[in-house]
Every structure is written in structure tokens, then in C-alpha cells.
């Protein structure tokens, strides 16, 4: 039997550090001692406040009460993202966690959607999505398990604070047994023998051993792109975007506190606005070749809708990922991983699968090869298929600006052109395993930046097409019903998680 893993150190207190030590933690035996090291004097990115719907097994699986977690995190709940001025100048659509209304007959409903579009039937295809609707009119209430009900077929996430997130986990896993020490790590030790990590030095001269390092230092990498010399795969060539100015502003005036995160494209880059109990989190993201640090800075603080709680803050950074995520004895989490800009709100989903896949492939203190090269495809797919996904926004434009025009004409990955070729024939959608999004994602994004399907599913003409027309109205004005009856947002946090 192989020596059990007896002692685990967590380098950086992050979202990244605080989320795999919960998970950890939550998942290991008692007597695995974690411990981990984060420095305040650095401290963390600061920014990282919007999910997609996975952050609730996340959250369900380590043990944390939804309600609470709002309380503690002033956290408001999200439908989707709306996209404004994708596509093109004057645009908007929106991209639900939710579907446009299953299978019908094992037909898709956005193959019956099509059929009657080309029938001349111009009911916009989000009118079928209950999620959609719903967030427009700045409503929510959580899905109904019924799948026979109209409110079935939509999940939801979150929007926190990503700070009082971090230190709510901090106060849940200290109080199940993670040791946690406030120092800088000054030295990254490794062994003569085999190139493992032995122990970090401290700057105040402690040295702490462990038998597996988890690197969650976020960009700087200390450990695996620092110390083993992990190299990192640059992607600034499908994602220029490279900087961000990120700025709080005074909370939206209740009830207008909108289920979704907005995405407003601009002339080198898009802003985000992020809607939160206490404040709204907004931020440019832009390409430093296409427009100046100052021009970006001035673009955002003229699209701001409320006046600015503190100084803009600017965050530089490289799109891509380290070439390996587990490198001898040493596993990177966050953004110590690497980077792809927040469009999808995919970072946190990154986490949350790198520690859910470390436990699934949990090693012994002897790392086992296999072990570590599976956990190396599986987040490499993952890489692979948000990138892509990503680049989808960009490719489908037809903005005018010279960003805009570089990703309409660039060479995308084989991958995208593939499944870009099979929705625009057939509308088919391809999912991949370890995608981190499903068909009705890939469909807004296809939908919202104008590619249609040039023909539908054959099998839907099996089906008359008044018996598929009255199907969809049933649906459409099930929606609507459901629409006028939930309560606005803002209601529904007072109502179901109030302040203590
Ligand atoms: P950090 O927050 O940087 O934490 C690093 C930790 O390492 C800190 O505790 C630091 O003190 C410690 N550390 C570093 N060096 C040392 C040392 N020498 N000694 C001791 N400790 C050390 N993600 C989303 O999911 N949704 C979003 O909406 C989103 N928006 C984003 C917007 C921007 C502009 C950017 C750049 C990122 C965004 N992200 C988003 C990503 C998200 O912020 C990160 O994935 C998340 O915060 C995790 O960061 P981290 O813990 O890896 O790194």
C-alpha cells in the first residue's frame, strides 16, 4: 500500500486558496493536516465577483447554507448575462442558465424554433426562455423541480463579493481544522533528488514541509510557473484583451438591482457591470494595443450609472495557462492555472473543478504519473473549450474598430470552425466532455450574434407544423404567466435572506 499524503500546504488565501481548502477539507480525511499560507501585505486580485450556476454544488458540496452565504457575502442572484453592442453597434441579447424549452418528441425546441422561423413565424427565440424573460423583468424566484412546470428548466448563480467570500470560507474551514498563517513565502525549497518540492521558507525564517503543495499565489505562480518552471501558453493571440480598470459604484437604487451581469461592448473591449446588495461591481476590459490605459479609464467612467466608491484600479494580465497544472508534488489552482478574460465569469468555475478533479485523482505522497497526466488533459480540455467558447463573442462580429475587425477575420482554433460549421448546416451543437457550458449557451451565443441555422432537423417534419406552433405558444404564454406573478428581485433577497 502507498504512503498516504499526510500533510498538505495551501500557498495564497485567494478565492483560489480559501475554495480548494473548503473542498479539501471537506473531502479528506481528518487526520490530513492542511495548512495554509497567505500573505495580507500582498494581498488578493480584489475582483472576481460573478459565477455560473456550478458555484451551488460547489457551495452544497462543502457544506455552506445558500442563505447564510448571501448574508455573509451580499450576494444578489443571477439569471445569465446580458450582452449589449455584441454582434454589432445597437445589439442586445441575452445569455440564460437556462433552456428555450427542451426536447419535444426528442426534438430540440430551438430546431422547432427554427422550422417555424423559416415558416415566417418571427417570435424571437428568446421568448422561450423562462430565464431570459424573467431577467429582463428584473425578477427572479428559484426554479420549480416540476418538469412539467414553465419554471423548470432554468438554473441561476451568483454575483459576491469576492472578498467577504473569501472570508467567509476562511471562517468555514478554520473552524474544521485548516491551520492558517499570515506570512510571506520567501523561498520555495526543492529536493536534490528528484526536483520535488521539500518546504517554503518563510520571511520570518519558519520552514514549513508538507507533502503536496497546492500553488493557489495566483498570477504570480510561485511555485509551479516559479519555482518547477512551468512555462506558460500564451493566447493573446485569439484574446488580445490584456488589461482591465476595475471600479465599485454606490448600489443600484432598490427595486432596480438586476438579476445579471452586464456585458457592454465597446470600441477595444466591453465593460462589465455587476449588480450587488451593497454596491455594483463595474470594469473595462480592453486591449492595450487598440486603445491607451487613459482613453480605457475615461470610457469607463463615462458609462458609469452611479458615482464611484473608490479610485479605479488597473489589472494587467496574459491570456493563456501554464503547460502543466500538477507538476511533480505541486498543484496549481486559480490563476496560478493561468487566465481567460471574465466574459463567461469562468474563473471561479475553474477553481471549483480544479479541486473537485484533484480529489476525484487524489495521489499518494509517491505521485503517481497517470494520475497527474489525467488531471492534466481533463483541465487542459476544459482550458481548451472555454477558450473557445469565448472566442465565439469575438469571431461573430461585425462591429466596426480595428479589435473588432482583427477576431472577425482571425484564424480560430479547428475545434470552433468545426462545431461554428455543424450549427451553421444544421444547427447542430456540439458539446465536448469537460465543457464547462451546455447546448443552450452555445445557442444564445450562436443566436445573440446573428448565425443561423440554414436548415433545421429533419425530423421535425414529422410533426405538423400547427400541432409545433401550438406547442410553442403553450409555452411562450406559460412563460409570461409565470413572469407576471414572481417578485421583483430585490423583494425576493429581503423576503428569503434578510440581514440579521
Ligand atoms: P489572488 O486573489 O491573487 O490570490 C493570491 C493569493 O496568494 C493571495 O492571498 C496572496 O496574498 C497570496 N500570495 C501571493 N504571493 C505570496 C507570497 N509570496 N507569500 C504568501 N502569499 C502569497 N472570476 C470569476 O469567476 N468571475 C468574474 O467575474 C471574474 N472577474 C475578473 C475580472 C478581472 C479583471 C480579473 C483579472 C479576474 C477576474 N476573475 C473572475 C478571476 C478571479 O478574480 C480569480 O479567479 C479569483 O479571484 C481567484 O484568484 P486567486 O485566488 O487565484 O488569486
Known amino acids: 500500500m502507498a504512503e498516504p499524503i499526510r500533510k498538505i500546504i495551501i500557498a495564497g488565501g485567494g478565492t483560489a486558496g480559501w475554495m480548494t481548502a473548503a473542498a479539501l477539507r471537506t473531502s479528506l480525511a481528518q487526520d490530513v493536516e492542511i495548512l495554509?499560507?497567505?500573505?495580507?501585505?500582498?494581498?488578493?486580485?480584489?475582483?472576481?465577483?460573478?459565477?455560473?450556476?456550478?458555484?451551488?454544488?460547489?457551495?452544497?458540496?462543502?457544506?455552506?447554507?445558500?442563505?447564510s452565504f448571501i448574508r455573509a457575502t451580499e450576494a444578489t442572484f443571477k439569471l445569465g448575462i446580458e450582452f449589449q453592442g455584441w454582434g454589432h453597434e445597437g445589439n442586445r441579447y441575452f445569455h440564460p442558465f437556462g433552456d428555450y424549452g427542451g426536447t419535444h418528441e426528442g426534438l430540440a425546441a430551438h430546431q422547432i424554433w427554427r422550422r417555424l422561423n423559416l415558416a415566417g413565424d418571427h417570435t424571437p427565440l428568446e421568448a422561450y426562455s423562462v430565464g431570459t424573460q424573467m431577467a429582463y423583468a428584473?425578477?427572479?424566484?428559484?426554479?420549480?423541480?416540476?418538469?412539467?412546470?414553465?419554471?423548470?428548466?432554468?438554473?441561476?448563480?451568483?454575483?459576491?463579493?469576492?472578498?467577504?467570500?473569501?472570508?467567509?470560507?476562511?471562517?468555514?474551514?478554520?473552524?474544521?481544522?485548516?491551520?492558517?498563517?499570515?506570512?510571506?513565502?520567501?523561498?520555495?525549497?526543492?529536493?536534490?533528488?528528484?526536483?520535488?518540492?521539500?518546504?517554503?521558507?518563510?520571511?520570518?525564517?519558519?520552514?514549513?514541509?508538507?507533502?503536496?503543495?497546492?500553488?493557489?499565489?495566483?498570477?504570480?505562480?510561485?511555485?509551479?510557473?516559479?519555482?518547477?518552471?512551468?512555462?506558460?501558453?500564451?493566447?493573446?493571440?485569439?484574446?488580445?484583451?490584456?488589461?482591465?480598470?476595475?471600479?465599485?459604484?454606490?448600489?443600484?437604487?432598490?427595486?432596480?438591482?438586476?438579476?445579471?451581469?452586464?456585458?457592454?461592448a465597446h470600441e477595444a473591449g466591453w465593460q462589465w457591470r455587476i449588480p450587488l446588495q451593497h454596491r455594483t461591481g463595474n470594469g473595462h476590459v480592453f486591449s492595450s494595443s487598440h486603445i491607451s490605459e487613459q482613453a480605457a479609464l475615461d470610457t469607463?467612467?463615462?458609462?458609469?450609472?452611479?458615482?464611484?466608491?473608490?479610485?479605479?484600479?488597473?489589472?494587467?494580465?496574459?491570456?493563456?495557462?501554464?503547460?502543466?497544472?500538477?507538476?511533480?508534488?505541486?498543484?496549481?489552482?486559480?490563476?496560478?492555472?493561468?487566465?481567460?478574460?471574465?466574459?463567461?465569469?469562468?474563473?471561479?468555475?475553474?477553481?471549483?473543478?480544479?479541486?473537485?478533479?484533484?480529489?476525484?485523482?487524489f495521489p499518494a505522497k509517491e505521485i503517481d504519473p497517470y494520475l497527474r497526466d489525467e488531471y492534466n488533459l481533463r483541465n487542459q480540455a476544459s482550458y481548451d473549450y472555454v477558450r473557445d467558447f469565448i472566442i465565439a463573442h469575438y469571431c461573430l462580429n461585425s462591429r466596426e474598430g480595428e479589435l473588432w475587425r482583427h477576431c472577425a477575420n482571425m484564424p480560430i482554433p479547428d475545434d470552433l470552425q468545426w462545431k461554428l460549421e455543424l450549427y451553421r448546416r444544421r444547427g447542430e451543437v456540439l458539446i465536448r466532455k469537460f465543457d464547462h457550458f451546455h447546448e443552450p449557451s452555445w445557442i444564445s451565443i450562436y443566436h445573440g450574434h446573428g448565425l443561423r441555422a440554414a436548415a433545421y432537423d429533419p425530423l421535425a417534419d414529422r410533426i405538423p407544423l400547427e400541432t409545433l406552433s401550438a406547442l410553442m405558444q403553450r409555452r411562450r404564454e406559460g412563460i409570461q404567466r409565470v413572469v407576471a406573478q414572481v417578485p421583483f428581485h430585490a423583494e425576493f433577497i429581503a423576503k428569503h435572506c434578510p440581514s440579521e
Open 36 to 67: 495554509l499560507i497567505e500573505s495580507e501585505d500582498i494581498g488578493t486580485i480584489g475582483v472576481g465577483e460573478a459565477t455560473i450556476p456550478t458555484i451551488r454544488l460547489f457551495n452544497e458540496h462543502v457544506g455552506i447554507d445558500e442563505r
Open 138 to 264: 428584473g425578477k427572479f424566484f428559484p426554479p420549480n423541480p416540476d418538469p412539467r412546470s414553465p419554471m423548470h428548466d432554468y438554473s441561476y448563480a451568483f454575483h459576491f463579493d469576492a472578498g467577504l467570500y473569501a472570508r467567509f470560507l476562511r471562517q468555514h474551514c478554520e473552524q474544521r481544522g485548516v491551520r492558517r498563517l499570515n506570512a510571506k513565502i520567501a523561498n520555495v525549497n526543492l529536493r536534490g533528488e528528484d526536483g520535488y518540492i521539500d518546504s517554503l521558507t518563510l520571511d520570518d525564517g519558519r520552514v514549513e514541509t508538507a507533502d503536496l503543495f497546492i500553488d493557489c499565489t495566483g498570477f504570480r505562480a510561485l511555485l509551479l510557473g516559479g519555482a518547477l518552471g512551468v512555462p506558460f501558453v500564451d493566447w493573446s493571440h485569439y484574446l488580445p484583451v490584456d488589461r482591465a480598470w476595475a471600479v465599485p459604484t454606490a448600489k443600484a437604487a432598490s427595486p432596480a438591482i438586476m438579476p445579471f451581469t452586464r456585458s457592454t
Open 300 to 361: 469607463l467612467m463615462q458609462n458609469l450609472d452611479a458615482p464611484p466608491l473608490k479610485d479605479p484600479m488597473l489589472i494587467r494580465f496574459k491570456t493563456g495557462h501554464r503547460q502543466r497544472f500538477w507538476e511533480k508534488n505541486c498543484v496549481a489552482v486559480g490563476l496560478a492555472t493561468g487566465f481567460l478574460e471574465p466574459l463567461e465569469s469562468t474563473s471561479i468555475n475553474f477553481i471549483q473543478n480544479a479541486a473537485i478533479r484533484l480529489l476525484e485523482l
